[in-house]
Every structure is written in structure tokens, then in C-alpha cells.
């Protein structure tokens, strides 16, 4: 296994990982695979270009096959840019209990530390989801709220964990 930046030469393989996310995992996002569906691949390749505040890791197993992501999206206004969030991770069942999200977060954790002025990385995460709950907080993500009823899938609600990564030692 290997991680990479993705960059706009693979849309196509993240599009269909993506979306195999959103339907595999429903609960897991706040994006749906009617909406997400509906994008066109030039917006695809234009989101997923890199830039210093901005990038998608993709963890890639035999002979070039995604089977993770994970976005880092850092705040643009000037008051609350000492924060970045982590979205959309994701592991291909195939790849699953074989560390590929740990891997996937750990690199995003060290190029994080690496960016100017970066203090802060947070996350969201369906409460019920105990595994992805497990992976953070041994990365050293601390819950520090639950939003009730934060996202509304048919019928049900479901409440979101708020987690944060403190990436500087004094906070």
C-alpha cells in the first residue's frame, strides 16, 4: 500500500470511489449519491487539484487500485484559519482491518503539522460509527460535543460526534 495527493489525472478512479462511498455508507456522509452524482467530472478534476491548504490523499493497493481517501480542507477567512477539516474518509470494504484509514490519517496528520499556521484539524462522524470513533481517538482526536439529529436520512436522525486534533503542544 502506498498514499499520494490525488491531483486532477485521477478523477475518474476517486469519482467512483466516492461515489461507491456515498452508497455504501449513507449515514456516513452529509452528501448524497443523488447530489454527488450529478457533478460533472471537470468539477470533479477542479476539486480534487491540490494547492497548500487544500489536498486529497488516496491510499492505493496492487498495481494502482484506490481503496481510501480522506480530504483536508483548511479555513480561508483570516480569523479562523489556524483550523482545517477532514472530510469525506473512506475505505473500500476490500481494504478494510488492514490499517489502510490509519495510514490515511496518520499522513494526513503529518502533512497538517506541516502546513504555516495550522493549529487545529477537525472532524465529524455519525455517533454510531464506533470503529471510526476508535481510529480518532487513538490518533490523539478528542470529542468535544455531539450535535443531536445533525443529519436526517429518510425518516431517521442521526447525531454527529465533533472531534478536534490539537497539532501544536500547547493546546
Do not use: W
Request: glycine share 4%; charged share 25%; proline share 5%.
Amino acid at each position: 500500500m502506498y498514499i499520494r495527493i490525488l491531483t486532477s489525472a485521477d478523477a475518474e478512479i476517486y469519482r467512483e470511489l466516492r461515489l461507491q462511498s456515498l452508497l455504501q455508507s449513507p449515514e456516513a456522509f452529509l452528501s448524497s449519491y443523488e447530489s454527488e452524482s450529478k457533478i460533472s467530472m471537470v468539477t470533479t478534476r477542479i476539486r480534487l487539484e491540490p494547492s497548500d491548504d487544500n489536498f486529497t490523499l488516496g491510499a492505493f493497493i496492487a498495481e494502482e487500485k484506490l481503496v481510501g481517501i480522506v480530504t483536508l480542507f483548511r479555513e480561508s477567512r483570516p480569523k479562523i484559519r489556524h483550523k482545517a477539516h477532514v472530510y469525506s474518509v473512506y475505505v473500500d470494504p476490500c481494504a478494510r482491518k488492514q490499517g489502510v484509514g490509519r495510514v490515511l490519517m496518520l499522513e494526513l496528520i503529518k502533512r497538517a503539522k506541516q502546513v504555516p499556521g495550522l493549529e487545529i484539524l477537525n472532524l465529524t462522524l455519525t455517533s454510531t460509527n464506533l470503529s471510526a470513533k476508535r481510529l480518532y481517538e487513538s490518533l490523539g482526536f478528542i470529542r468535544y460535543g455531539t450535535e443531536p439529529r445533525a443529519m436526517k436520512l429518510g425518516v431517521d436522525y442521526q447525531d454527529e460526534d465533533l472531534m478536534f486534533l490539537p497539532l501544536v503542544p500547547e493546546l
